[in-house]
């Protein structure tokens, strides 16, 4: 199995900073591509950002030039910057990975349980 496992996340002010984490552990081969979602209330849960195995980042429009996500490939671990927080951001962040396991050619999405940002003032 293929854990991930999130820390960060809280209540911010509009305009504020704010960091997530994300590590996976358990039985991974590699991971393809790992980054975060989030679903607002209501709402469906949208793309953030994901970094593919090449580096490549994409990040939704909505976040571009305010949020960074950064991976240590060695250490399976992904990270949200949020910087500039809106209420609009407000919302549960999901790590999320696309993982090769351990058995051959096996291929697994894999998410997070899921943390809270909220951004109020």
């Known amino acids: 199995q293929v854990q991930l496992v999130e820390s960060g996340g809280g209540l911010v002010q509009p305009g504020g900073s704010l960091s997530l984490s994300c590590a996976a552990s358990g039985s991974i081969f590699s991971i393809n591509a790992m980054g975060w979602y989030r679903q607002a209330p209501g709402k469906q849960r949208e793309l953030v950002a994901i970094i593919a195995n090449g580096g490549r980042t994409n990040y939704a429009d909505s976040v571009k030039g305010r949020f960074t996500a950064s991976r240590d490939f060695a250490k399976n671990t992904v990270r949200l910057q949020m910087n500039s927080l809106k209420p609009e951001d407000t919302a549960v962040y999901y790590c999320?990975?696309?993982?090769?396991?351990?058995?051959?050619?096996?291929?697994?999405?894999?998410w997070g349980q899921g943390t809270l940002v909220t951004v109020s003032s």
């Open positions: 999320n990975a696309v993982v090769a396991d351990t058995f051959p050619g096996r291929v697994l999405e894999v």
